[in-house]
């Protein structure tokens, strides 16, 4: 990745190629609403950047059903996961959750609402360069305790993204909890970001999901799994483990099951280990800083689903341009409709499947 190619490579390949998506948008669209039960069909259309799609009465960023129209934009929090910041606070009830290493054994979450929102969501911390390609295609809002000025104003200028970070709201927007320790002791308030902005429509669908677990890709076409590990380094080192009486996957931490206050272990119907290279293009960012090229870029993911583990590439053009998951052989890669996990590591990180 190169930032001189922000205005130029970057942004001409994504006009001359709008045409070009907005076909295969269609297309997919067509197939996936045929309604012939085929296994496999998608629920919703694969996401495009060309703007929503209706999702016929599922959750866009779920694919589950859902009563209401959820006409809301989605928010994300930024939130710490070294041990001194367990337990998090509303992470239980995110549709989409990110995993990014900052610095050596250091990783921090980017945890999308949209279908729930939770009271208080936390501790909040600081925004990372990476922030605005894997959270730009939502065109929400962002919830942080800002950054150093140069990724602040990289996320500005190239993230469709409204910041409401905490030196940019009115005091109360966001809690300090004083029984939890500084810097983790900041927590966001999704209601009350809601009522700041002026973003008000919902995000296009981040995945394509299958009608079910059976039919979703890994279940179909992948080999049995029961645990997954990403070694991030030290006590952010991850294991997901199958749990058959649930059908879902629950995360450890190295030193401790990943805990939410006065709740349960997290769990998630899908986890996406994806990995990437480093970018090494941001000249301020210090040498301990971690940053993952996922942008005009592409790579290997492995998706967890059921029992199962299906190998597959992700590939991504401009900032605020969705992810597109394939397998292998260049298929969509369909999910099961639920929460999901997305675990983003280093190509240098060991993964370990058993």
Known sequence: MRIGQWFTGRRGRLVSGGVLVALIAAVVGFVAWRGDGEPGTPVAPAPTSEGPASTGGRAPLTGLPTAGALNRPAITVKVSNTPDAHPQ?????????????????????????HSKLPAQVGPVRSLRPMDAALIGPTKGIIADTMADRWVMEYVDRVADLDDLGTLRVPAGTYRLDDTRRAPNHVFARPDKLLELSDRKAAPTPYFAYSANQEQSTAQRTGERASSVTIGYGGAATATWTYNQGSHRWARAEKWSQHLIENGPQVTADNVVVLTANRDTSFPKAKPTMTILDVFDASGTLRLFTGDKVVAGRWSKGAVNELFRFTTTDGEPLLLTPGTTWVECALTSMAIQTR
Not at 91 to 113: K, M, Q, S
């Open 89 to 113: 606070r509303g992470i239980g009830e995110a549709d989409i959750v990110f995993v990014e290493p900052i610095t050596g054994g250091t990783t921090r979450l980017a945890a999308i609402f």
